[in-house]
């Protein structure tokens, strides 16, 4: 690979193998993902195996491999919410978006995210959407908001 051809990411870092997390962290905030080709960029850039790095980035689970969706769905899957029928509000979302946890739709419009305790136990079951806590959740309320917010069903 030529240098010309590597990303401008590459410039504020020497090239030290050492840099792996922080070139991983760099590149992810500012594409909001690690891409394969920009992983491979950076094995290369600092003289590591592909396989380093991708064991590197897919050992924190700050790094993820695909763009972010437009929202975020999370689905909260600790021990309050998962009595008061977390995972059927996960199983509801799962219908609603055909993709799984972890996963975002074909369109990027969604992604969907099953998460531990988001913090208020006492509304559970809660569903967070873009930043916004839904409590007391059912399935049935979740699609309601899913089509009122969204214009989904
Ligand atoms: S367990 Fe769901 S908010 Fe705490």
Redesign the pocket.
């Known amino acids: 690979m030529e240098r010309e051809e590597q990303d401008s990411i590459f410039a504020s870092f020497s090239g030290k193998p050492d840099e792996l997390i922080s070139l991983l962290q760099a590149i992810q905030k500012r594409d909001g993902y690690l891409s394969q080709e920009l992983l491979r960029q950076a094995a290369y850039f600092l003289k590591v195996s592909e396989n380093t790095v991708f064991g590197v980035a897919s050992f924190y689970s700050q790094f993820r491999f695909h763009p972010p969706g437009q929202n975020l769905v999370r689905v ?7 009595v008061q029928g ?1 995972k059927q509000l996960s199983e509801e979302i799962e219908k609603i978006l055909s993709i799984g946890s972890g996963e975002t739709t074909p369109d990027g419009q969604f992604e969907f995210q099953e998460v ?6 006492a ?4 569903v967070e959407m873009n930043g916004r806590i839904y409590g007391k959740m059912t399935p049935t309320l979740l699609r309601e908001v899913m089509k009122d917010t969204y214009g989904i069903s």
């Open positions: 909260c899957m600790g021990t309050a919410c998962h977390g531990a305790c988001l913090g208020c136990c509304q559970a079951s809660v």
